[in-house]
C-alpha cells in the first residue's frame, strides 16, 4: 500500500486486513479514547476475531520465529516493550525491526515471518483471524531460522540482540532472565 500509518484510521486500516490488502506497516492507528466523569475508554479492536490471549513474556525471551500460513494476528502491548521483526516468507533479506510500548496495536498478516525480543518483562495481547487452540495453532505455524539472537551482557547489563549476521546490534534496558 505504501501509505504511512498516519495516514490511515483505524477503521481503514482494519477494512484494508478485511480486505486482504494488508498495509505495508505493523503499526496499527488507535482512535481517541473516549473520556468522561467515569474515567476513560479505549477501544483496541473494532475487528472481527476468534481468538484472544493475554501472554507474558520474560525480560531477554524471544517468541514467534515463524509464519502463518492463513492466520494472522494483531498485539496489543499492555506493559513493557517488543522488538518486532518482519519480512516476507521464504525471504533473506533482513528483517525490519520496529519497537512497541505500551498502548500500541501492531499486526502481522500472514505468510510474513516474523520474531518478537522482549528486553524488559512484557504483557500482550493477541487477536488472531483463526482459532488458537494448539492444534490448530500449530497446523498452521512454519517454523523459520531465528531471525535475532540474544546475549546478556555482564558488563553492560543488558541483553543485546543482533540481527542475525548483520551486525545491526541493540541493547536496550533489561535484566536477566526470570
Same mark, same amino acid.
Given at each position: 500500500? %505504501? &501509505?504511512?500509518?498516519?495516514?490511515?484510521?483505524?477503521?481503514?486500516?482494519?477494512?484494508?486486513?478485511? !480486505?486482504?490488502?494488508?498495509?505495508?506497516?505493523?503499526?496499527?492507528?488507535?482512535?481517541?479514547?473516549?473520556?468522561?466523569?467515569? %474515567? &476513560?475508554?479505549?477501544?483496541?479492536?473494532?475487528?472481527?476475531?476468534?481468538?484472544?490471549?493475554?501472554? !507474558?513474556?520474560?525480560?531477554?525471551?524471544?517468541?514467534?520465529?515463524?509464519?502463518?500460513?492463513?492466520?494472522?494476528?494483531?498485539s496489543f502491548v499492555t506493559s513493557g516493550t517488543v522488538v518486532y521483526g518482519w519480512r516476507p516468507s521464504g525471504s533473506t533479506a533482513l528483517p525490519e525491526v520496529s519497537e512497541f510500548h505500551a498502548g500500541q496495536l501492531f499486526f502481522t498478516p500472514p505468510m510474513v515471518e516474523h520474531v518478537m525480543y522482549f528486553p524488559v518483562p512484557t504483557t500482550f495481547m493477541t487477536f488472531a483471524r483463526n482459532l488458537r487452540d494448539h492444534v490448530s495453532h500449530e497446523s498452521d505455524v512454519v517454523r523459520v531460522e531465528p531471525l535475532f539472537s540474544v546475549v546478556w551482557s555482564e558488563t553492560a547489563g543488558a541483553f543485546t540482540y543482533e540481527v542475525n549476521g548483520s551486525g545491526r546490534r541493540s541493547s536496550p534496558a533489561g535484566g536477566p532472565l526470570s
Open positions: 500500500m %505504501g &501509505r504511512p500509518t498516519s495516514e490511515f484510521t483505524h477503521s481503514e486500516y482494519t477494512r484494508l486486513v478485511d !480486505e486482504e490488502k494488508y498495509p505495508d506497516t505493523p503499526l496499527v492507528p488507535l482512535d481517541e479514547p473516549f473520556v468522561n466523569s467515569s %474515567g &476513560r475508554i479505549l477501544n483496541v479492536l473494532l475487528k472481527r476475531f476468534t481468538s484472544a490471549a493475554w501472554i !507474558e513474556s520474560n525480560a531477554g525471551s524471544l517468541r514467534a520465529n515463524h509464519y502463518h500460513k492463513t492466520d494472522w494476528h494483531y
